[in-house]
């Protein structure tokens, strides 16, 4: 699971927004898609430079993640890399472009976790919806435990 953090946390709901407020959806472009929409929110490229960058090598998301190197050079690895600085993993990715990591999916009713569709734009709206809550969720305990350690060792 990413690591949570305030800016990864504020780029999916604001991934979120735009996607509820129209912005274009299509599963099967690489800059439109599930982690396209967020790649744009985090790397500031348009949804064509994204797709001409995966373009330029072979196969869907989850096929570029898996040839993932961050030192090819590749444009596609440059976008990919920068994702991460977020705190996001290539499995974090691969997970959001098909709806599937078991913890995101944890977090929702039986009936909803079963009918959801990888390129449902309203189930990708959901599915952000869910992670922006765990990971914000995980970020507020990760705190409280630090500032409780930070309170014992003053205490000390």
């Given at each position: 699971m990413a690591n949570p953090n305030p800016e990864l946390i504020a780029a999916i709901e604001k991934t979120v927004s735009k996607l509820k407020n129209g912005s274009p959806y299509q599963w099967g472009h690489m800059g439109a898609c599930n982690c396209g929409n967020l790649a744009q929110e985090l790397t500031k490229l348009e949804?064509?430079?994204?797709?001409?960058?995966?373009?330029?090598?072979?196969?869907?998301?989850?096929?570029?993640?898996?040839?993932?190197?961050?030192?090819?050079?590749?444009?596609?690895?440059?976008?990919?890399?920068?994702?991460?600085?977020?705190?996001?993993?290539?499995?974090?990715?691969a997970h959001l472009e098909r709806l599937s990591d078991p913890m995101v999916l944890a977090e929702m009713s039986i009936e909803k976790r079963n009918s959801l569709s990888k390129?449902?734009?309203?189930?990708?709206?959901?599915?952000?919806?869910?992670?922006?809550?765990?990971?914000?969720?995980?970020?507020?305990?990760?705190?409280?435990?630090?500032?409780e350690k930070k309170l014992v060792v003053t205490l000390l």
């Open positions: 949804k064509g430079e994204i797709h001409s960058y995966a373009m330029q090598r072979h196969g869907d998301w989850n096929e570029q993640l898996i040839d993932y190197c961050p030192t090819s050079g590749y444009p596609m690895d440059l976008m990919i890399t920068r994702m991460l600085d977020f705190g996001l993993t290539t499995s974090d990715l390129n449902k734009k309203e189930d990708v709206i959901f599915y952000m919806i869910t992670w922006s809550k765990l990971l914000r969720k995980n970020w507020l305990l990760e705190n409280e435990k630090s500032q």
